[in-house]
């Protein structure tokens, strides 16, 4: 393997505080009451029109996505912190020589935001989301097939790790590996290439490249 993208909520960052934080406001403003956390985190995934769409019902889409992204901005960075042992697992993956990238279905400039704030821009060549491949959100491929080519390598030598069902069915449209991490949100029947023990254990499976 050459290369690897990864997932971004759920997988790389704990960012659930802060999007149920800013659904609950969104919520709030069309007379909702407060869902908990748990709840949320049963929709996050499939880009934030659909999240809206899902738990704010009733209310116009485009609106309650422009009032999330107004509220998000300000709470994203304070309520969001790295996953047990992704830093120093991505700071070695990256110092091996492996061409590191992320692909997220959060508004771009939110995740290149966050990776800038948790200290992990150097590592990656490239962090990108649905506003780079014409709004096509995962599962939609387009976006992991962006990030090949941007890093220049090949289906092959990628993987691409997530926690989801929907990031096994991005990475199969894609044509690439994937891996899932148990973050709680993958459910047991999930048919990956493999399910990691941890984050960590692709320090063992990810050896130096060159």
């Avoid at 997932?7 to 969104?26: M, P, Q, R």
């Avoid at 709030?28 to 809206?52: D, F, I, K, Q, T």
């Avoid at 048919?191 to 692709?202: G, H, I, N, Q, Y």
């Amino acid at each position: 393997m050459k290369a690897a993208l990864f997932d971004f909520d759920g997988t790389l960052a704990d960012s659930f505080a802060a999007i149920t934080s800013s659904t609950n406001h969104v919520r709030r403003s069309y007379g909702l009451p407060p869902l908990p956390e748990a709840e949320v985190c049963r929709y996050v995934g499939y880009g934030l029109a659909n999240l809206m769409a899902d738990l704010v019902p009733g209310a116009p889409v485009d609106e309650a996505v422009a009032r999330y992204r107004e509220h998000h901005a300000g709470v994203m960075v304070a309520e969001t912190r790295l996953m047990p042992g992704v830093g120093d697992t991505i700071r070695a993956l990256a110092q091996r020589g492996l061409k590191l990238g992320v692909c997220s279905n959060k508004r771009v400039e939110f995740t290149r935001e966050l990776v800038r704030a948790l200290g992990l821009a150097d590592c990656f060549a490239c962090v990108l989301g649905p506003d780079d491949v014409s709004d096509r959100a995962k599962p939609d491929p387009a976006m992991l097939l962006e990030g090949l080519k941007r890093l220049g390598v090949s289906a092959s030598e990628t993987i691409y790790v997530g926690d989801m069902v929907v990031d096994v069915r991005t990475a199969r449209a894609a044509g690439i590996a994937v891996w899932l991490v148990p973050t709680g949100t993958t459910e047991p029947d999930t048919p990956a290439d493999r399910v990691l023990a941890s984050f960590t254990e692709l320090l063992e499976l990810l050896p130096a490249h060159g």
